[in-house]
T-cell receptor, first 113, second 112 residues
């Protein structure tokens, strides 16, 4: 069966510090991968999606970036965090072809202080 | 992708059916209706999807009106663990999940 991992579960970082969140998927090959952010009490905002290694599409301009160095690894990064980067970050995957339902990881709660 | 409209919140008694409505009046002919839910502090969970026929699985039933402008997610026997935010989404099938837009959803409170 497929499993998606995210770490860390929680993170507190000062403004201006760098960020690296990692997501890995097991049990499937060539998945579509996604990063979402959810501000407190709000809906999910799609940040990035990827259809393959090295292929990243950005949905919103921001100081975050994403990379996909391996087929089942998706990394969210920032060189300098802002207060507005606080939120609940979710990684998700879906099969390349099919009905397209997405499967979400447990999330990382980031607080920028 | 078509926009959806859902009530902000709903209550349901434990053991009763929970009927969650969704309006998608601008849905196009090849867009599917998807439902997800998000329990507090967890990632969203896929529930069900459909095009025009009613669908049922082990979690819920999806009723889509004949004109496809609205749908209802039915949890036949709601439990306390069904308390969550429920998202109704419409999008094309072949986008493979791309551009899935999650709105504010409906916050369902199941009460004992």
């Amino acid at each position: 069966s497929q499993t998606i991992h995210q770490w860390p579960a929680t993170l507190v970082q000062p403004v201006g510090s760098p960020l690296s969140l990692e997501c890995t998927v097991e049990g499937t090959s060539n998945p579509n991968l996604y990063w979402y952010r959810q501000a407190a009490g709000r809906g999910l905002q799609l940040l990035f999606y990827s259809v393959g290694i090295g292929q990243i599409s950005s949905e919103v301009p921001q100081n975050l970036s994403a990379s996909r160095p391996q087929d089942r690894q998706f990394i969210l990064s920032s060189k300098k965090l802002l207060l507005s980067d606080s939120g609940f970050y979710l990684c998700a995957w879906s099969v390349l072809r099919g009905v397209g339902e997405q499967y979400f990881g447990p999330g990382t709660r980031l607080t920028v202080t | 992708d078509a926009k959806t409209t859902q009530p902000t919140s709903m209550d349901c008694a434990e053991g009763r059916a929970a009927n969650l409505p969704c309006n998608h009046s601008t849905i196009s002919g090849n867009e599917y209706v998807y439902w997800y839910r998000q329990i507090h502090s967890q990632g969203p969970q896929y529930i069900i999807h459909g095009l025009k026929n009613n669908e049922t699985n082990e979690m819920a039933s999806l009723i889509i009106t004949e004109d496809r402008k609205s749908s209802t997610l039915i949890l036949p026997h709601a439990t306390l663990r069904d308390t969550a935010v429920y998202y109704c989404i419409v999008r094309l099938l072949n986008t493979g999940g791309f551009k899935t837009i999650f709105g504010a959803g409906t916050r369902l409170f199941v009460k004992a």
